[in-house]
């Protein structure tokens, strides 16, 4: 199957397309000519769509990296063959960088506060990766080839004077995220039966939802109760928060799959 071929059977829409076309053209710049090459910070539609054009190439050497070990945004990396992974997140050409933007003590500003003035500044959403809001402070993951204009010009946020400094990635200092842990079975791995595990439904009220187009699954749009869902999968409920299918750890002796699945508070 040819590259236009492939990409007329995954992509789902004209914008995914041109997502999954750019990620082609990465890989073959690290394949072909020996360079990393990376793509822009991706959703989480955007690397499942990516995850399933490499599974449907093979599966070659990739790597999705957000700049810290719990990122929803992350870019996918493709390192020559000379490249240990590790390198590649750590090291000199890490794509990826960090700006610690201060606030006053009294300021509050809110994620949409501080990416809108991001965005205001000219920066397009790929170039921004995880906005890691705390007490007086967002860390903000980016491209490095877009660093110097956060930092010599952004100078506020809402009503608020700033001030932004680089970050080291190992100083980053995500905010504690509070989840529970649920452990359940269900007769199958269908996305309301594990949903319903998930957000603590009945099966026919997480039913309902879905088919009202009210989940997402990985950052798709899902309205079909019986899609099958895999380990690793985010499920997002609106209204009702998001969950992840942590662990699919066998069979009970009732013949019921057992789960373990993380819901954010």
């Not at 073959?28 to 989480?44: E, I, K, Y």
């Not at 877009?146 to 004077?161: A, I, Y």
């Not at 001030?163 to 791995?189: F, G, H, M, N, Y």
Request: charged content about 25%; proline content about 6%; glycine content about 8%.
């Amino acid at each position: 199957m040819n590259k236009t071929e492939l990409l007329g059977k995954l992509s789902t829409s004209p914008e995914e397309r041109l997502v999954l076309a750019r990620a082609m053209d990465k890989l073959d710049l690290a394949q072909n000519r020996g360079v990393p090459a990376h793509t822009p910070f991706l959703s989480l539609a955007e690397q499942d769509g990516v995850a399933r054009l490499l599974a449907a190439c093979g599966h070659p050497g990739h790597l999705f990296w957000g700049g810290w070990e719990g990122a929803e945004r992350k870019l996918c990396a493709f390192p020559p063959d000379w490249m240990e992974a590790e390198a590649f997140q750590t090291g000199e050409e890490c794509p990826i960088t960090a700006v610690t933007v201060a606030v006053p003590p009294d300021a509050k500003p809110t994620h949409r506060d501080y990416l809108g003035a991001i965005l205001g500044l000219g920066l397009t959403r790929e170039k921004i990766g995880d906005l890691l809001v705390g007490e007086g402070t967002c860390q903000v993951l980016l491209l490095r080839e877009v660093e110097h204009v956060l930092l010599t010009q952004l100078d506020q946020v809402g009503r608020w004077r700033v001030r932004v400094s680089p970050c080291p990635l190992a100083e980053l200092r995500p905010p504690e995220q509070k989840v529970k842990v649920i452990r359940d079975t269900v007769a199958a791995l269908r996305l309301d039966a594990v949903a319903a595990s998930g957000f603590s439904l009945s099966r026919s009220r997480m039913a309902a939802l879905i088919s009202s187009k009210k989940l997402t699954l990985n950052g798709r749009e899902c309205d079909k109760p019986d899609r099958t869902v895999e380990e690793g999968d985010v499920l997002t409920c609106r209204g009702l928060g998001k969950c992840v299918l942590k662990e699919v750890s066998g069979t009970s002796k009732k013949g019921r799959i057992m789960l373990v699945l993380e819901r954010y508070l």
